[in-house]
């Protein structure tokens, strides 16, 4: 590949919301790299100068095979190049590790670019270290890039946000999902040249794993299919609502989250509930002693005999699930109540009638054009919110640029800052 330039870009991943948006921008970079490899060099064209060496960097912050290798598998994202193994502990104790460990990595790796994704601890972790290291005398150090730029809630209450604040202020390019994260950088004063408006790189996931999900097992393996004893709608699927609940601000408090189990109560009266948990909340789970809540599954799903009718009125506990099966399970539920921030786009984008049961949310374009409502956290709250989203049909719409191709805009923006990068240090040379 003669005259084709090599730069290293460095991916960063620890939690779980995190796979889904890079899994795309791998798959862009090998498509990228197989494509400057088979054009022969008169035609190459200027974004074919560059080919990429993609070092994959896992920070252990989820580390569980259900939060984790799963999720590596269904998307088909590689091993990563480099684990550092952190996992669990406080806010403080989490960052500063992830710190320590990423900056050996980044020392020895050296990459001309990071990416960074979302809004979680290892995503502050990794951008601060880099935008503070110096390979060498002259200070140089990565192009930082963050992926899912711009977002607020105007909540500092919520760790995410402090996170996504931090890193869009030490980020050199900024991947913005939706308009409304366009509008809030610039009012924080981000530079509009820094600021890149590409779409949503989880839905460049959901478009490209949609049909896959749809010959997942999990329907019949919960009982939800045809014949398994359920009231069935046309589709030959029973009705049920699909629940996730894992906010600090929702589940480490007993009375808001009794507050919530409250607000499902009515829907669990007439319509299964699916509860794929999060560790943290079954942690808590255990500690409330809310057990009473829940008709618990034991062992694997798909071992399953029990039709989730006998299931009493109770929240049908599962264990956390794959990507794909968890896709199956979103698009043909009747209802999606959760607390979490990527399902709220998810749903948007399926169509899919969503609780979303916080006080705010930073993805304000599921409410304008998409599928979702805002319940707050009370009870009577949830039980509205659920009653109107069950009863209205909406039309819905998929939001600008959500048409799974964010990826291969992100690294065309990234082609570009690389070539002109190069083109600088040249000129600095030849001086
Ligand atoms: C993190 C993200 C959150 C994201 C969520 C998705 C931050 C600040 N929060 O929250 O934005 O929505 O991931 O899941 O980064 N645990 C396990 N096994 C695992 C992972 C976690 O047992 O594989 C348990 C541990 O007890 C841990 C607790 O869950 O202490 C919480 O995990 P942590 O990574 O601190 O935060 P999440 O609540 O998962």
Redesign the pocket.
Known sequence: MESVKTKKIMIVV????NFMKAAPIIAAIRDHNDRVAGSPSRTRSNQAQIAFQCVLVHTG????????DQFFADLRIPKPDVHLGV???S?AA?TAEIMKRFEEALEREKPDLLIVV???????ACALVAAKISYDTSGSRPLIAHVEAGLRSFDRG???EI?RIVTDHLANLLFVTEESGIRNLRQEGVEDHKIHFVGNTMIDSLLAFKDQARRSPILSALGLRAGDGLSESDSGIAPYALLTL???SNVDERESFLNILEGLNELASFCPIIFPV???T??KIADFGFEGFFHRQEGAVNSSKRAPNETNGRIWLIDPLGYIDFLCLMEHAAVVVTD???IQEETTCLGVPCVTVRENTERPVTIEVGTNVLAGTSASGIRNATRQQLESKRDAAVPKAWDGKSAERILDVICGELLKQEERLLALVSE
């Open positions: 620890g939690a779980r919301p912050q989820h580390y569980d095979a259900a939060m984790s996992g669990g502990g806010h989490q979302g809004d979680v601890n290892s995503t502050l919520m760790p995410e996170n894992h906010r600090p999060h560790p943290r079954r942690n979490s921030g990527g």
